[in-house]
């Protein structure tokens, strides 16, 4: 297991001695019960991997003729396994729009992002404070884009979301600047108004790079569990979401929640949190994600 193998199972460790370190034992026993297969069913679900999702595991568990361990392992990867890339515009700059409720850590993903990129793929990055509707949200951006040295747009506090946008791709492609990076209103997915100012955003984009967004990341907070796919399909009924980005892996017991959302919405993985320092934040790896769910520690 490389470097990034290493922080995936250092970041999933709750998850790991809370759950499938019993499944993992319960399947290294060979031939199962019908009380193994109950007692794996139910922490599974414990997990957070929804009932649905569980059902359809075990019964493709039951299926396999191989080891029940290796084909959980096969199984899961296989859902968790998607498009990690970042697609850039052809000409810059590339738009990014990051979407998602308050306190997902939305902000701080962006932060990080904007550190991964410059440092990952030299890219010049612009932060767009178009979460107007808090001033701590525009602070709180500032001090990020300091940190990852990038630079940063932004208006009052109450300025119209779209405008800052606006600006903020005007001046990356006056300024030959690679990447827009745009932070979003942490709106409530059911506030209708609220999801028409997020499409307003987009709109307004377009008129200057026509073919952005490039992408539109929903970031997902691992600890909100359940609710975290409601708010994901909420958000998707209501913009193209191109990727996600789970965040707090390491701060919940049921990262289960990520095999679900994979699942039930077919968006990939793009990118994961796994602490609170700037460069924790790792590309989503499936297989490093189920190999650290079951590697004993």
Do not use: C
Request: glycine share 8%; net charge neutral; no cysteine.
């Amino acid at each position: 297991m490389g470097l990034f193998g290493k922080k995936f199972k250092k970041g999933l460790t709750k998850t790991r001695n809370s759950f499938f370190k019993r499944i993992f034992s319960i399947l290294r026993g060979g031939k199962l019960s019908r009380e193994d297969i109950e007692e794996i069913e139910e922490l599974l679900v414990l997990a957070d991997v929804s009932i649905e999702t569980t059902e359809m595991l075990i019964e493709k568990l039951l299926e396999a003729k191989g080891d029940p361990l290796v084909e959980l392992e096969k199984l899961l990867i296989e859902i968790l396994s998607g498009d990690t890339s970042l697609h850039f515009a052809d000409a810059p700059p590339t738009v990014i729009s990051v979407v998602g409720v308050n306190g997902t850590g939305k902000t701080t993903t962006i932060g990080k992002l904007a550190y991964y990129l410059k440092n990952e793929y030299r890219k010049n990055v612009v932060l767009a404070a178009a979460d107007t509707f808090r001033a701590a949200a525009i602070d709180q951006l500032k001090i990020w884009a300091q940190k990852a040295g990038t630079d940063f747009i932004a208006h009052q506090m109450g300025s119209d979301p779209a405008a800052v946008a606006y600006d903020a791709v005007n001046h990356a492609k006056a300024t030959g600047k690679d990447v827009v990076i745009i932070d979003t209103a942490g709106r409530l997915h059911t506030k209708y108004n609220l999801m028409n100012e997020l499409n307003k955003i987009h709109r307004v984009t377009k008129k200057i790079v026509p073919d952005s967004p490039h992408e539109v990341l929903l970031i997902v907070d691992a600890t909100t569990g359940q609710n975290g796919l409601v708010q994901a399909q909420k958000f998707k009924e209501a913009v193209n979401i191109t990727g996600l980005v789970i965040t707090k892996l390491d701060g919940t017991a049921k990262g289960g929640i990520a095999i679900t959302i994979r699942e039930k919405l077919g968006i990939p993985i793009k990118f994961v949190g796994l602490g609170e320092n700037i460069d924790d934040f790792e590309v989503f790896s499936a297989e490093d994600f189920v190999k650290s769910l079951f590697e004993e520690a």
